[in-house]
């Protein structure tokens, strides 16, 4: 009896080890963010290395997420176009294209965007760092890595990150307006008029948390996974691959999480 | 004076130090020597906190180093790292004067500035190279940066991690003169790990051995040719018959 239930429970551990690895690793990130957090508001303060973070997070991404929110939003207003013809309702693209953009594929993209962008870019750097010694180095400089490298780049995702969403949402909205009005005849100005009625300040407010818990997620992600990676270019490359695949998943996960909370009821 | 006491750590099942015993003296030049990978980096960094030793004690001035308090422990050292450890994004005299920009040590950047190019000529650099960035230089000259960053707030204590690794025999000789040089001229108290027997030569007071996680021999560099221990005469002429296995 007991050596027929070996291949069950064989198939049950194998099963098991990876979840219990990832909660472990994801009790590992929670720990990691809230030493992250204590250390925020206690100095000293890099002021340097935050001016950097936010050129690179911020300004630096504001190409890729103005591509990508342009293009979604085009698509978008063909898609409900098409989709709205088979029960005559084309005329209520404008208002579906800025509640889409805005309550979910704005946040989304922006952040899935700043997790391969940005995620990647601190993971391989911080990596980097750690496999030639320099996390060491800031230690024998009595400098802590957390406070140097850690707070000023999720400080910056956590500030930088809704302004991006903010400024996606907007190009989106215009992506759809420019395929909307050049391509499906629709007036531009009550295209506007649509679009500015329908939103509500509950939609771009939740858009915003949306960006920012996104951005601490993708920027904490990046830094927790550079910090613990392996030895060498192995070591590089596994710490950055795991770095984007958990912030993906983690701000998708985050996206369901967040979105119930705000329009659940 | 630095004091280790039956230093002991294991990586998973590789017991790597097992119960080093050493004494530093104040104002010497301690070299620890021995083959990759007998545990000299992780002698060196327990004694920095960068590793946890198990058990054991390792004390400074005759204060165990784990309650000293951190700050004012690690201002007492410098410490040129085996690649250099430069920091990417900084600039050479940057990276010259990072303690000398931030914390207690922290003052105004002028002056750092000007602090890190007199650090740079004493490392044999011009003073146009400040403003370089790290991945513009030589192997050397990243050493010689490194050396220049290690001494920039004039540390009673300065350990160097295979300072001569990857640079050629002319450049070697050049780094092993500065480092005793300025040792000499700073008063300071060094330790270096190496295997370059050159460095041994040019650099030490006292050599000691690490072999199979303790240390196999220590005594003054002058007593080092005439000793009898297998294990240091076999390291010191590189042979490959004796007791140290050449497959590991």
Same mark, same amino acid.
């Given at each position: ?13 194998? %099963? ?9 690793a994801?009790?590992r990130m929670?720990?990691y963010g809230?030493?992250t ?27 890729? #997420? ?13 898609? @409900?176009? +098409? ?11 404008? !208002? ?8 979910? %594929? ?17 993971a391989?750097?911080i ?6 010694? !320099?996390?060491?180095?800031? #230690?024998?400089?009595?400098? *802590? ?5 850690t ?13 991006? #969403? ?20 629709? *007036? ?11 939103? !509500?300040? +509950? ?5 915003? @948390? ?7 997620? +993708?920027?904490l992600i990046g830094c927790y996974y550079g910090m613990n ?10 710490a950055?691959?795991g770095a984007?695949?958990s ?7 985050? *996206? ?10 | ?41 992780? =002698? =060196? ?26 700050? /004012? ?16 994004? =900084? ?28 650090? =740079? ?55 092993? /003169? ?48 005439? /000793? ?21």
């Amino acid at each position: 009896m007991a050596q027929g239930l070996a291949p069950i429970s064989a198939a049950l551990a194998a %099963l098991g080890r990876p979840v219990l690895a990832s909660l472990a690793a994801l009790g590992r990130m929670t720990i990691y963010g809230a030493q992250t957090l204590g250390h925020i508001l206690r100095p000293p303060f890099y002021a340097r290395e935050f001016a950097s973070a936010l050129l690179n997070v911020g300004w630096l991404s504001l190409p890729v #997420v103005g591509l990508t929110a342009i293009f979604t939003g085009g698509a978008l207003a063909l898609q @409900i176009y +098409a989709g709205g013809q088979r029960f005559s309702a084309e005329a209520v693209v404008p !208002q579906i294209v800025a509640i889409g953009m805005v309550r979910e %594929l704005g946040p989304v993209l922006v952040g899935l965007m700043i997790a391969a962008r940005v995620t990647s870019s601190i993971a391989a750097e911080i990596a980097t760092m750690k496999v030639t010694e !320099q996390l060491d180095a800031l #230690v024998t400089l009595s400098t *802590n890595p957390m406070k140097y490298l850690t707070v000023p780049r999720v400080l910056a995702g956590f500030l930088c990150v809704p302004l991006l #969403v903010g400024i996606g949402d907007i190009i989106g909205i215009m992506g759809g307006f420019l395929v909307a009005t050049g391509q499906l005849g629709f *007036n531009p100005a009550s295209y506007i008029k649509n679009t500015v009625d329908f939103l !509500q300040t +509950a939609d771009v407010v939740s858009s915003l @948390i949306k960006g920012a818990v996104f951005g601490f997620i +993708a920027t904490l992600i990046g830094c927790y996974y550079g910090m613990n990676s392996g030895r060498g270019a192995q070591g590089v490359g596994g710490a950055t691959k795991g770095a984007v695949a958990s912030a993906s998943i983690l701000i998708l996960a985050a *996206n369901f999480i967040l979105t119930s909370v705000l329009f659940g009821s | 004076m630095i004091t280790l006491s039956g230093v002991h750590k294991t990586f998973g099942p590789n017991a790597v130090l097992r119960g080093v015993d050493l004494t530093i003296a104040r104002g010497t030049s301690m070299v620890v020597i021995g083959g990759s990978g007998t545990g000299k980096s992780v =002698l =060196l960094k327990s004694i920095l906190g960068l590793v946890s030793p198990d058990k054991g004690l390792i004390s400074l001035d005759g204060q165990d180093v784990r309650k000293a308090e951190r700050e /004012a422990f690690l201002a007492r050292f410098g410490m040129l790292f085996q690649g250099g450890a430069l920091f990417d994004s =900084l600039k050479v005299w940057e990276n010259v004067a990072f303690r000398l920009m931030r914390g207690p040590l922290a003052r105004p950047k002028d002056q750092a500035r000007e602090i890190a190019i007199e650090k =740079l000529r004493r490392v044999g650099l011009k003073p146009s190279v400040a403003d370089l960035v790290p991945a513009e230089l030589s192997g050397g000259m990243q050493k010689r940066v490194g050396l220049a960053r290690a001494i920039a707030a004039e540390p009673e204590i300065i350990f160097f991690d295979e300072p001569t690794t990857g640079l050629d025999p002319i450049m070697s000789g050049v780094i092993n /003169a500065l480092i005793r040089e300025i040792v000499v001229e700073m008063g300071a108290t060094a330790m270096t790990i190496t295997h370059d027997m050159s460095s041994v030569r040019a650099i030490a007071d006292n050599v000691a051995m690490l072999h199979g996680g303790v240390i196999q021999w220590t005594g003054p560099v002058a007593d080092m040719d005439a /000793a009898t221990d297998p294990y240091l005469q076999q390291f010191i002429h590189g042979r490959s018959d004796g007791p140290i296995e050449s497959v590991r």
